[in-house]
């Protein structure tokens, strides 16, 4: 019998979404599904994410957080890696700066989470918007969405609905990645399709058939199993990939009368995501 291998572990800086499959509801699952140890540390509680359930119950979680991360670091914990989402204001974002300044061999993945469909969330504020860009300076890789990626750029919100051709996703990439070592823009629009492409270290775009069914949390998906394969040694574009493949039979899971609003219906294929064990390679 093999000894087993500590399970890689990952600090996930995002909110606690009761309802609406989103954030550290996705997140959790994913990574320990994946055979990594996720520690939570909820930016903010709330009883569902902002997208169209009506005004949710908020409980703010900054100062539970400060002390929560001194708490880990008197412990002496060591984290593999710090991914970071939705902050919801400069107080939560704080959190993120502290937790990289207190475990800087950490790596750190930053999924800007501002806004999507070419509009900025609510609760984005320029100075938030602007912490959020000097933290994905911070990261060895930024996760942004289209809208999100022009956000970063400071760019005009861009017209989702005008499709790139491939060399436009690969600028557009290769641009995003000024600001972080690798970046990987999700959402782009092109055509029948819809696709990722990677810029920095890699550079690649992965094309999917476009599924016209849009759903809150698939981004915060997207991020944990590229999050976990990364984790597990994969190269960036091969854990893109699986991260876009596991999305889209998601969403295909989902029956087409389901509420959009609570996400998609994942949880029957967190299966596939298990790693085999060492001793059955
Ligand atoms: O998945 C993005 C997300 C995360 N967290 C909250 C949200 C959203 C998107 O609406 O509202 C609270």
């Known amino acids: 019998m093999l000894k087993p291998t500590r ?39 709330l009883s569902t994410h902002t997208g169209g359930l009506g005004e949710p119950a908020r409980l703010d979680g900054a100062a539970y957080g400060r002390a929560a991360l001194e708490h880990y670091a008197a412990l002496g914990m060591a984290f593999d890696g710090i991914y970071t989402g939705y902050l ?41 918007c602007a912490g959020i860009r000097a933290l994905c300076q911070k990261a060895d890789l930024i996760l942004p969405n289209y809208t999100e990626a022009a956000l970063l750029l400071q760019r005009d919100m861009p017209d989702c609905a005008a499709p790139l051709d491939e060399a436009a996703a690969l600028a557009l990439a290769a641009d995003t990645a000024a600001l972080a070592p690798i970046v990987v823009v999700t959402g782009l629009p092109m055509g029948k399709y819809i696709a990722c492409a990677g810029g920095g270290r890699e550079r690649f775009v992965q094309k999917k058939l476009r599924i016209d069914r849009s759903f809150p949390g ?64």
């Not at 009761?18 to 520690?39: D, E, N, T, W, Y």
């Not at 070419?118 to 504020?125: A, H």
């Not at 984790?231 to 389901?258: K, Q, R, Y």
Request: a negative charge; aromatic letters at 6%.
């Open 7 to 45: 399970p890689k572990t990952i600090l996930c800086i995002h909110d606690l979404s009761g309802a609406g499959r989103c954030s550290l509801a996705v997140i959790l699952p994913v990574l320990a599904a994946m055979g990594c140890q996720p520690v939570a540390l909820p930016t903010v509680v």
């Open 88 to 128: 919801g204001g400069t107080d939560q974002l704080a959190l993120a700066e502290r937790a990289f300044a207190l475990w800087p061999a950490a790596y750190k993945i930053v999924d800007p989470v501002m806004g999507d469909n070419g509009r900025p969330y609510s609760t984005v504020t320029p100075e938030l």
């Open 218 to 281: 698939t981004g915060d998906l997207f991020g944990a199993i590229v999050t976990g394969a990364l984790m597990h040694g994969n190269a960036l574009s091969a854990a893109a990939d699986a991260a876009a493949e596991f999305v889209a039979s998601s969403i295909l899971a989902t029956p087409a009368d389901a509420d959009s609003r609570l996400g998609v219906w994942f949880e029957p294929l967190l299966g596939r995501l298990i790693p085999p064990a060492a001793d059955q390679l």
